[in-house]
């Protein structure tokens, strides 16, 4: 929780601005915009990508509060443990809809919509 693995592996928040992993996409983007990554660091696969690289971009500051809070709400309303697995799919017409970004709950015997749209 809270990217408590990562901390544990001494990567912090800001682990892209570090010269272990420079240059990268957010090195030296436009003032104002924060870096946007996935996997997400608050996740155990931040921490091992097994072979994977992380991807990168800078994007507005004002995506990232909106995309922390989707994030925190589904931990929180869907009682994700640490151990539990799930998937990120974007679904255009789901994200221009402006629903959560985390909005379904994928299991072994298909998926639901966990998350509703918020009402305009």
Sequence with gaps: MNGQAARTADYSRRWFE???FR???CVGRPRGDVCDEFPFWS????VDLTGMVASLKPVPAAEAVPQRDDINQFYRERKVKDTDRFIVLPVKPWVEANAP?????VT????SVCMAPAKP
């Excluded at 996740?43 to 931040?46: G, K, P, V």
């Excluded at 970004?101 to 709950?105: A, E, H, I, N, W």
């Excluded at 072994?108 to 998926?111: I, K, L, Q, S």
């Design 23 to 25: 240059p990268n996409a």
């Design 43 to 46: 996740t155990n696969q931040a």
């Design 108 to 111: 072994p015997t298909g998926a």
């Design 18 to 20: 570090t010269a272990k």
């Design 101 to 105: 970004s985390f909005g379904f709950r």
